[in-house]
């Protein structure tokens, strides 16, 4: 925790000129994601929540979080992967956005994992644009692609 | 940096506070043009305002400040006699400083505009020079002065404030907490100024009534006063009574697991002492809970005195303009309720208080001819009742001539003229309310435009509130309004449908009917929509599982007979309508909570809250229910966001000539006059039959006539003296003559059409006329179903 981006004073916009970068990594259908550590409050298996009718599909419902009404995204829905099978039990992250606190569903989650900036490449022109849309960028891991999500443009028109 | 906004804000502050106490003293003033203690009380104010502009470099308000104080100075010094006109011109500079005020407030610095001929008039009325050009520049800037006043007053603009939402506190003058008003005496400026000090004056305790603060009595309550209260942050506030929300959640989550522990206790015998223990401590934090609750909003409450001080200045300026004279009388300003609610009716408030100078009060001759005082007088009065707060506002006027109201209705074609005959006292007096409708005979700048009233009612129908009228002719008008004494806490009807649970603000629930399966009475459904006969009234069906898709077809017509049905009868403005839930459960007090921008635009949604349980409820608007099943004249908003299978879409706007007409009393209907070939009149005995079918000789044809309210399953309205109205369409030099209850008028009209989704036969969709709901015909498609193969005879 101690090694945060203001240390250095760097922008928070442009993740390759900062050193090293913290992030809580999840799974997607097979996918590896994150998003920075900073904006994670906490972690949960999925609870049940109020479905809101009409309301757009990506939103999966309201979770009453310690008297909090929250928002859940499914986030297989919003970045556009098939939907999760009936059996499997989501995990919910519950991130802080600037449009308070938003509770994403995602399949299993991860550790926090450290990255260097030299690893990081702008979102690949040919990904799908409803998920190269909501990443910031892709870390170049030696055994795979974390695939880093802005958190703020997840909640973005859904 | 900071110290200086900080000093900036603290003044601007004291400043709205000096300048809401100000009006009020004028207006005293007028009354009282040789009380010492209001005209030092006046001058201190606006001195206060001077002197400290000068130190914080605001010259324009220095200015204006400035030369207030001037006039005043002279007349405090008995150099000038306090007059009415004296007076006239010191509020408007007292406007001017409250614009410049606000602009500052908004934007950091003073407005661009010049304020130099406002400091000239106050500087000629001073010198007495030219007295001959003073009334001119009286009456000009009285003039905007009371557009600015209309413009503040903007009713429409009463912001939708949700309980919940913060509030941003810095720059809003009535974030004000009230007993900072002797700080604002001591303001540094007061004591360094070069300008002669008020004598201090003999504390008059008698004369104290406006609140008009005496140096000499405020310098012995001070150190009390400034230590009893302190000025804190809304923001805060707010933060703390949602703290205190979720306090009580917590608290009925509690209570409800003690209660099913105790359940399992109850069965074993062993842990018996343990509970009543933990009994004990539950109950403990219960009360405590309460009473937190019960503490913290009386924070946010305010005196309604808060609002009605503005009213003096209104009264005053109105009855001067419109040659009145005007008493205002107050009674319970000391009632507090809610800053939220506060806020949220003084725009309704002003309105009526307009409302019943502009048209109630008699001009002071005509009220001489009637034999009442000369002068009218206006009361209004506050006060707590049932958990509730009431408001009166009465004036001794003209009353409302009920016949009047009428006319005029039936002049805009709002109701029709059997309506109006049948109609009772009170419900031709509620016309009022109806968008459109002014009985103003002369459109005066203050009122008579024609909305107004419709906006107050739901205004405060907006914030769980209702209004009520009574007048009698020569007699006055009485308003009763009455609202919830706070938002944030909401009783709620608890129903659950689709296997969702929602949450049913009370204030706008009627009552609720239950139909058995052996019931007699049953739902009847007319080309898809349903109605029920509640009491002899047909009451309009939706259903919640429908509207919202929830997954239990209950409108499928067998499930009606085969099971129980809830109807929760609702209010929705003007509209009532049932709406059919799949269970009902409990009345509970419920916190409103708001939901993310993403689903604001669910207009069904009015928020949602935490259970008991724990588990999340939605809080249904029912005003956005009314709309989303079509019952509501205001236009149809989409109901969800769905893009493919949208409810309503609407299509392009075109201006069109358009028939309205009538089947039943309570329908509207419209065609566009291009479609149609004549309107007639034909009389009921000329009928005659031919092939099963009515028809009419017609210009020496035989016109098939065929009845509107029929096919479309609604009982066609009686008509007077055997006549029937008519409709003929000519296709390809055939005719057919559509008979209908009766034709309104013919509009121009935009053609902004909504498209029904349950498409109805005959009906192309709706449209809203004159701000009523009104279905657009789909002639060629209406005959065809009708008289079916007539349209492929005559195109052969």
Not at chain 1, 103 to 121: A, K, R, S, T, Y
Not at chain 2, 138 to 146: I, K, P
Not at chain 2, 640 to 650: C, K, L, N, Q
Not at chain 2, 694 to 703: A, G, H, K, N, S
């Amino acid at each position: 925790m101690s090694d945060t981006s203001d240390e250095n004073g760097t922008s928070v916009q442009d993740p390759r000129l900062e050193t090293k970068r913290q992030y809580a990594t999840f799974y997607l259908a097979d996918h590896f994601l994150g998003v920075e550590v900073d904006t994670v409050q906490e972690v949960f298996k999925a609870k049940p929540m109020t479905a809101v009718p009409l309301a757009p599909q990506t939103i999966s419902g309201l979770i009453n979080l310690r008297g909090h009404i929250i928002m859940t995204i499914d986030l297989r829905k919003r970045l556009g992967f098939k939907a999760r099978a009936e059996e499997e039990k989501p995990m919910s992250i519950v991130v802080r956005t600037s449009e308070g606190l938003v509770n994403m569903l995602v399949d299993q989650i991860g550790d926090v994992i450290h990255v260097l900036p030299e690893l990081f490449e702008s979102p690949p022109t040919t990904l799908d644009p409803q998920l190269s849309e909501t990443l910031e960028g892709v870390y170049k891991l030696e055994d795979q692609l974390l695939l880093a999500l802005s958190t703020e443009r997840i909640i973005q028109v859904i | 940096m900071e110290d200086e906004d900080d000093i900036l804000n603290e003044f601007l502050v004291e400043c709205s506070e000096g300048i809401e106490q100000l009006d009020q003293e004028f207006v005293e003033l007028e009354k009282n043009t040789d009380d010492p203690n209001l005209l030092g009380s006046i001058f201190r104010n606006i001195h206060t305002i001077k002197g400290t502009c000068g130190f914080l470099g605001l010259p324009k308000l220095e200015n204006v400040a400035h030369g207030a104080e001037n006039i005043l100075s002279a007349m405090r010094d008995g150099d000038m006699a306090v007059t009415s006109d004296g007076i006239t011109i010191l509020l408007e500079a007292v406007d001017a400083i409250k614009e410049i005020v606000h602009h500052i407030e908004e934007t950091g610095s003073e407005p661009d505009k010049s304020y130099d001929a406002m400091r000239q008039s106050l500087d000629v009325f001073l010198s007495g020079a030219a007295t001959e050009s003073k009334g001119d520049t009286t009456t000009e800037s009285e003039a905007v002065a009371l557009e600015a006043m209309m413009e503040g007053l903007d009713i429409e603009e009463i912001p939708e404030k949700d309980s919940h939402e913060t509030e941003t506190i810095a720059p809003e003058p009535s974030a004000v907490i009230e007993s900072l008003e002797e700080e604002f005496l001591n303001a540094p400026a007061f004591n360094t100024s070069p300008e002669p000090v008020a004598e201090p004056v003999s504390p008059d305790p008698d004369n104290e009534k406006v609140d008009a603060p005496v140096s000499a009595a405020s310098d012995k309550k001070k150190p009390a006063l400034a230590e009893s209260s302190i000025r804190v942050d809304v923001g805060l506030l707010d933060k703390l009574i949602n703290m205190v929300g979720e306090l009580v959640l917590a608290r009925n989550q509690l209570l409800q697991q003690v209660r099913s522990r105790e359940d399992d206790a109850s069965n074993s015998t062993n842990n018996g002492t343990v509970n009543s223990t933990n009994n004990g401590t539950v109950q403990q934090i219960d009360h405590i809970t309460t009473e937190l609750q019960d503490t913290v909003m009386k924070t946010r409450m305010q005196p309604i005195k808060k609002i009605w001080d503005k009213f003096p200045r209104v009264v005053r300026d109105l009855a001067k303009s419109s040659g009145k004279e005007i008493d205002l009388v107050m009674e319970g300003a000391e009632t507090e309720l809610d800053k939220t609610l506060l806020e949220a009716i003084k725009d309704p408030m002003t309105h009526i208080i307009r409302n019943a100078i502009d048209h109630g009060i008699e001009l002071p001759e005509s009220r001489k001819e009637r034999g009442k005082p000369e002068k009218g007088t206006l009361f209004l009065k506050a006060y707590h009742e049932g958990g509730r707060i009431n408001i009166e506002i009465s004036d001794d006027g003209g009353g409302i001539d009920v016949e009047r109201v009428k006319t005029k209705a039936l002049s805009k074609g709002l109701i029709t003229e059997e309506i109006a005959e049948k109609m009772s006292q009170v419900d031709a007096l509620n016309l009022i309310f109806h968008p459109g409708l002014s009985t103003a005979e002369k459109v005066t700048n203050v009122s008579g435009r024609g909305v107004g009233m419709d906006v107050v009612k739901t205004n405060i129908e907006k914030i769980g509130g209702t209004v009520r009228m009574s007048s009698r002719l020569g007699k006055g008008t009485q308003m009763n309004v009455e609202i919830p004494l706070t938002v944030a806490i909401i009783p709620a009807l608890m129903v659950s449908s689709g296997g969702a649970p929602f949450a049913i603000p009370q204030a706008s629930l009627i009552e609720l009917v239950r139909l058995d399966n052996e019931s007699l009475q049953h739902i009847e459904m007319v080309r898809g929509s349903n109605f029920y006969r509640l009491r002899g009234v047909l009451l309009p069906i939706l259903s919640i599982n429908t509207l919202l898709g929830l997954e239990d077809e209950i409108l499928e017509d067998e499930d009606i007979h085969s099971k129980g049905t809830n109807i929760m009868v609702l209010k929705a403005g003007r509209n009532s309508f049932g709406l059919i839930v799949d269970l009902i459960s409990d009345t509970e007090e419920i916190v409103v909570k708001p939901l993310n921008k993403q689903l604001s635009g669910l207009s069904y949604l009015a928020g949602a809250t935490i259970l008991g349980d724990g588990r999340v409820a939605l809080i249904l608007d029912v005003m956005g229910i009314a709309e989303a099943g079509g019952l509501s004249g205001a236009a149809h908003e989409n109901l969800g966001m769905r893009s493919e299978d949208d409810i309503w879409h609407e299509s392009d706007t075109t201006i069109v000539s358009m028939v309205l007409f009538s089947v039943s009393s309570e329908d509207r209907y419209a065609v566009p006059l291009a479609e149609i070939a004549r309107l007639e009149e034909f009389d009921v005995t000329k009928i005659e039959q031919a092939s099963g079918q009515d028809v009419i000789q017609y210009r020496d044809e035989l016109l098939t006539l065929v009845r509107l309210g029929d096919a479309i399953g609604v009982v066609t309205a009686e008509t007077e003296n055997d006549r029937i109205p008519v409709i003929v369409f000519t296709r390809n030099e055939h005719s057919i003559g559509v008979v209908v209850g009766k034709i309104i008028d013919i509009v121009t009209s935009e053609m902004h059409l909504h498209l029904s989704p349950m498409k109805k036969t005959g009906i192309k969709g709706s449209l809203v006329i004159d701000g009523i709901s009104t279905e657009l015909l789909d002639i060629d498609q209406f005959i065809d179903t009708v008289v079916p193969g007539w349209m492929d005879e005559v195109t052969v």
